[in-house]
């Protein structure tokens, strides 16, 4: 009787682990299948979105060899419809990088310029700056609420009209309140696989 008991369990414990092996083959087939599936090496999405949708004061982001320090962000919303500026800046350069869900994610970098370099009025069909045409793609008002040094009130409505150019460049007006000035920037789009977020500790 002991032996029909040991047998049966020597059985048992046989298919158990037959049946473990067998789900783990299957499980290492599937992720080499997987991997095996062309990737579009210019797809917006690679591992770091949350990363950079959740960007936050004193946060560091690796861009060229070069590590920029978050002082600042500005989140803007548009009837539903967000996004955030943040203020980066190493020992030699700032510029503004901007994140937002646009039918997936969507970074820019941007850099001010004056506006007397600017050829053409704000809310124009079209504007040049450093003979680059600019035409106009969209326009609105936006709520802000400010975080770490930006150079805006803490709060506010913001004017933005934006102008897209050749080879994925972009211009923008800003105007914070009513009755300020404009503020204008040009800038780029980046892939966010170049950019490597190091949130801050805490």
């Given at each position: 009787?002991?032996?029909?008991?040991?047998?049966?369990?020597?059985?048992?414990?046989?298919?158990?682990?037959?049946?473990?092996?067998r789900n783990r083959k299957a499980e290492e087939a599937r992720?080499?299948?997987?991997?095996?599936?062309?990737?579009?090496?210019?797809?917006?999405?690679?591992?770091?979105?949350?990363?950079?949708?959740?960007?936050?004061?004193?946060?560091?982001?690796?861009?060229?060899?070069?590590?920029?320090?978050?002082?600042?962000?500005?989140?803007?919303?548009?009837?539903?419809?967000?996004?955030?500026?943040?203020?980066?800046?190493?020992?030699?350069?700032?510029?503004?990088?901007?994140?937002?869900?646009?039918?997936?994610?969507?970074?820019?970098?941007?850099?001010?310029?004056?506006?007397?370099?600017?050829?053409?009025?704000?809310?124009?069909?079209?504007?040049?700056?450093?003979?680059?045409?600019?035409?106009?793609?969209?326009?609105?008002?936006?709520?802000?609420?400010?975080?770490?040094?930006?150079?805006?009130?803490?709060?506010?409505?913001?004017?933005?009209?934006?102008?897209?150019?050749?080879?994925?460049?972009?211009?923008?007006?800003?105007?914070?309140?009513?009755?300020?000035?404009?503020?204008?920037?040009?800038?780029?789009?980046?892939?966010?696989?170049?950019?490597?977020?190091?949130?801050?500790?805490?």
């Amino acid at each position: 009787m002991e032996l029909v008991i040991l047998l049966l369990l020597i059985g048992a414990g046989t298919a158990a682990v037959v049946a473990y092996l067998r789900n783990r083959k299957a499980e290492e087939a599937r992720r080499q299948q997987e991997a095996a599936k062309p990737q579009d090496p210019f797809a917006q999405g690679h591992g770091n979105e949350d990363l950079l949708y959740g960007l936050k004061v004193s946060d560091v982001i690796g861009y060229h060899a070069r590590d920029w320090v978050v002082r600042g962000s500005l989140r803007f919303d548009d009837g539903g419809y967000t996004w955030a500026e943040h203020l980066i800046s190493d020992a030699r350069d700032q510029h503004w990088l901007s994140v937002e869900d646009d039918e997936g994610i969507s970074v820019i970098l941007w850099r001010r310029v004056p506006l007397s370099e600017v050829d053409g009025e704000p809310g124009a069909r079209s504007v040049t700056h450093a003979q680059v045409a600019y035409h106009l793609h969209e326009e609105g008002q936006a709520r802000y609420t400010a975080e770490g040094t930006t150079g805006t009130a803490p709060s506010g409505t913001a004017r933005y009209i934006d102008y897209h150019g050749p080879d994925d460049q972009r211009l923008s007006f800003e105007r914070f309140g009513e009755g300020e000035a404009w503020e204008v920037s040009v800038g780029h789009t980046v892939l966010p696989r170049v950019l490597d977020v190091f949130p801050r500790a805490g």
